[in-house]
């Protein structure tokens, strides 16, 4: 049993000033481990009748040089693919579909027809992550845009 009490924490004071800025993970490939898979419903902002599915998939890497430079042991990223979906809701297998996600099957070599294949059977792999920077709100963060074999 923990003997962490939120309630004496909330009541402490510091005199010490937070970062305000984060450090992103260098660009380039890295090698990094998926940890989580999420599906995520999302709707056009200006067209709400228009919408899908979404497939989040958290990077993460402790490599110890990343964490120098960032000043984080635990690195992490998003990678973030839309869906193809088929007029019904099903995933589209059609030619020129889903191809991001079909890459990211190639990268943890889940991608062979007739193999059983669900979301979660990304977990645990390990990839070579395509990492670039963007500003988003005026802050310099990581961006995975692909994936592929270590």
């Given at each position: 049993m923990s003997v962490f009490d939120p309630t004496t924490f909330a009541q402490m004071t510091f005199t010490d000033s937070n970062s305000t800025e984060t450090v992103p993970i260098p660009v380039g490939d890295?090698?990094?481990?998926?940890?989580?898979v999420e599906i995520k419903a999302w709707q056009k902002k200006d067209d709400p009748?228009?919408?899908?599915?979404k497939l989040n998939m958290t990077l993460k890497t402790?490599?110890?040089?990343?964490?120098?430079?960032?000043?984080?042991?635990?690195n992490k990223v998003v990678y973030e693919m839309m869906l193809d979906l088929t007029p019904t809701g099903g995933l589209d297998f059609g030619k020129g579909m889903n191809v991001r996600l079909g890459r990211a099957r190639?990268?943890?070599?889940?991608?062979?027809?007739?193999?059983?294949?669900?979301?979660?059977?990304f977990?645990?792999?390990q990839v070579k992550a395509a990492i670039s920077h963007e500003v988003w709100q005026q802050t310099l963060q990581a961006r995975c845009t692909g994936i592929t074999r270590p």
């Open positions: 890295q090698l990094m481990d998926i940890e989580k009748s228009v919408g899908g599915l402790e490599d110890p040089e990343i964490a120098t430079l960032t000043g984080r042991k635990v190639e990268a943890c070599n889940l991608n062979r027809p007739g193999q059983p294949f669900g979301f979660d059977m977990v645990g792999h």
